[in-house]
Nanobody, 128 residues
């Protein structure tokens, strides 16, 4: 069965760092675009970052300069490095896979039909 599994979340102090992983099984990520999204309690899911099959990278304005997306095809995994974390980064973080391989102008829309595979999420909590 095709599956995405997020890991790496946890509780950190403001200013701390985490590295989130999005690991694929049942398919190969090489030619997919992978989007990262987050959802805080009572809020809509929002786009955080996206990486295309050609390694074009996109970020929400709120995370530019702090978060970095990357892929390691040998491990069939996409990462999101979170640095200088703020309390407002607290959310469940999800990854989603688009088989067409492109992020596009609507990469940050969770209802984009191209995002056909979703993980279960990993909790990031930033608190002092």
């Amino acid at each position: 069965q095709v599956q995405l599994v997020e890991s790496g979340g946890g509780l950190v102090q403001p200013g701390g760092s985490l590295r989130l992983s999005c690991a694929a099984s049942g398919f190969t990520l090489d030619y997919y675009a992978i989007g990262w999204f987050r959802q805080a309690p009572g809020k809509e899911r929002e786009g955080v970052s996206c990486i295309s099959r050609n390694d074009d990278m996109y970020y929400a304005d709120s995370v530019k300069g702090r978060f970095t997306i990357s892929r390691e095809n040998a491990k069939n995994t996409v990462y999101l490095q979170l640095n200088n974390l703020k309390p407002e980064d607290t959310a469940v973080y999800y990854c989603a896979a688009a088989p067409n391989g492109w992020c596009g102008s609507r990469w940050n829309r969770s209802d984009r039909p191209e995002y056909q595979i979703w993980g279960q999420g990993t909790q990031v909590t930033v608190s002092s």
